[in-house]
């Protein structure tokens, strides 16, 4: 007997990457589910056009909080965790179709293209060798965490297979479309990583950030050959240790200062002290106060 397969996506205003998602599983998975975070676009109607089960969670800023809660809305035996932007190949269906079929595995891990700026990488942490993740398991055999960018861990005493790359065998990642795209993300993710950084205990020291960056710039470039990828190895090297900076910095803010908050309570005391030395008050003008301090200017 053939084990059922469920594909769970989560989406938040998605409209222009799901298509192409969804029709790559649909004909040989037996259930899609669609967990979305109230979209404003068609996310939602185009889910169901696919024919996917809908269920809507409340926005939280980005996916891997609701991972969990994805998860429990799938009834198949074995699950297939999709992102929006992410297609199958046929090659890879049918290698985890006879995965899913045997007794060997509770726990896939698959590699991904990442394709940045128009064309794939091949080399770095990002090329396909490099970047690989529990994507396909047996219900039951993951645990999903909500940390950013590391939300599945295989459960205990689960047996992990590690499906080799080769053409055709990895997620296809439709991931940064120019710098822009990866900024925008850049700013959002770095904000979560560094609070939740914060809530775990780490601390970030001034000088660390040097270290990091060198470590990052050096690994993506050159250890892990990115240079092989001519531009796009270069921009997208300096473009993930750009984040490593912006993420320390963002901690050290918390560490040092306490954050935004603090930080403009502070300017607003500053700009009190300034203003004070003109004996005006720090509140705005009635409308009959202004008026008449206008018509006394003109006067």
Known sequence: MTAKISVVINTLN?????????????????????????????????????????????????????????LEQASGEWILMLDADEM?????????????????ADVVEVHRLNYFFGAPLMHSYSGPRKDHYPRF???????????????FHPSPGSRVFDLSYEPG????????????????????????????????????????????????????YLITGGFRDGWRGLYVSLLYTFYRVVAIAKLYELTALGGREQIEAGYRQEAERVLKAYGEPLVPLSRSSAEASASHGRE
């Open 88 to 104: 199958i190949p046929p090659p890879l269906s049918k290698a985890l179709l006879k995965l899913a079929a045997g007794s060997d």
């Open 14 to 70: 998605e409209e222009k990457n799901l298509p192409f998602a969804l029709a790559s599983v649909r004909t040989w998975v037996d259930e899609i589910v669609v967990v979305d975070m109230y979209s404003d676009d068609r996310t939602v109607e185009i889910a169901r056009e696919f024919g996917a089960k809908v269920v809507f969670h409340e926005r939280v800023g980005f996916a891997d909080p609701a991972r969990a809660f994805a």
């Open 169 to 220: 065998l990895a997620i296809v990642h439709l991931a940064y479309v120019d710098s822009r795209d990866f900024i925008e993300k850049l700013d959002r993710y770095t904000d979560i990583e560094a609070r939740q950084a914060f809530e775990r205990g780490e601390r970030a020291k001034f000088w660390s950030v040097a270290f990091k960056a060198a470590k990052v710039l050096g690994g993506r």
């Open 137 to 151: 398991f047996r219900k039951g055999h993951i645990v999903a965490t909500p940390a950013i960018h590391n939300f």
